[in-house]
């Protein structure tokens, strides 16, 4: 199940919250020496799972570069150009329609003890 959501999570924390993500991942097997439970009912093993590799950098405007190997370990080199940032929120408007005072009021005072 995960591997499928993999694909796009990163991506969409980028977009969501307008910054660079880096999906970092190993590939491979990975074996502890004493064997442990998952917590699923299956008997104690000792692999702690495949990884699946595929790892990659997102723009917060959702662009992707292509993933590394599946199978092999890789290096990932990539630009990325910080004003997109700023691009991508200026295109979204956040900062001309937020209300700074009005939250940091609101937040003042939800914290408080009688808050209601």
């Not at 595929?54 to 990932?76: E, H, I, K």
């Not at 990325?80 to 003042?108: C, P």
Request: glycine share 8%; with cysteine; proline share 3%.
């Amino acid at each position: 199940l995960s591997e499928a959501f993999w694909r796009i999570e990163a991506r969409c924390v980028a977009i969501a919250n307008t910054y660079f993500t880096v999906a970092i991942n190993r590939v491979g097997t990975e074996f502890f020496e004493n064997e442990f439970t998952s917590g699923d009912g299956k008997p104690a093993h000792k692999d702690f799972g495949h990884f699946y590799g595929s790892s990659y950098v997102t723009g917060p405007d959702g662009s992707r570069t292509p993933a590394l190997s599946r199978t092999r370990d890789g290096l990932l080199v990539t630009e990325m150009d910080l004003n997109l940032i700023r691009q991508v929120n200026d295109g979204w408007n956040f900062r001309m329609t937020q209300r700074l005072d009005m939250y940091a009021r609101e937040l003042s005072e939800a914290v408080k003890p009688y808050y209601k």
